[in-house]
């Protein structure tokens, strides 16, 4: 059975703060307030599975985690402050 890591469970805390964060540092302007989406939401899914990888490959464990349950999963649409590229070249 798979054990719940402390590490994991402290970037998935990391993630959410410093996402909060963004705001506070004034690079970018909150267009929608976090609201709670579904854990199937494929962003979600996404973001999870990112994590997760990341986290292995810099791990030094022999053990590989994974994650067993999503308490709660949210999203926050932002628009980019000055001075950031845009992803669509403009």
Same mark, same amino acid.
């Given at each position: /059975?798979?054990?719940?890591? @402390?590490?994991? %469970? %402290? +970037? /998935? =805390?990391?993630?959410?703060?410093?996402?909060? !964060?963004? #705001?506070?540092? !004034?690079?970018?302007?909150?267009?929608? *307030?976090?609201?709670?989406? @579904?854990?199937?939401?494929?962003?979600?899914?996404?973001? +999870?599975?990112?994590?997760?990888? &990341?986290?292995? &490959? =810099?791990? *030094?464990?022999?053990?590989?985690?994974?994650? +067993? #349950?999503? %308490? *709660?999963?949210?999203?926050? =649409? $932002? $628009?980019? !402050? @000055?001075?950031?590229?845009?992803?669509?070249? !403009?």
């Amino acid at each position: /059975m798979a054990r719940l890591h @402390p590490g994991l %469970l %402290l +970037l /998935m =805390a990391t993630v959410a703060l410093a996402s909060r !964060g963004v #705001q506070a540092w !004034g690079s970018s302007k909150v267009v929608r *307030k976090f609201q709670d989406v @579904p854990e199937s939401y494929v962003y979600v899914e996404q973001a +999870l599975w990112f994590a997760m990888k &990341e986290y292995n &490959e =810099a791990s *030094k464990d022999e053990y590989t985690f994974k994650v +067993l #349950q999503i %308490l *709660k999963s949210q999203e926050q =649409a $932002t $628009t980019p !402050g @000055p001075g950031c590229a845009s992803p669509m070249g !403009g």
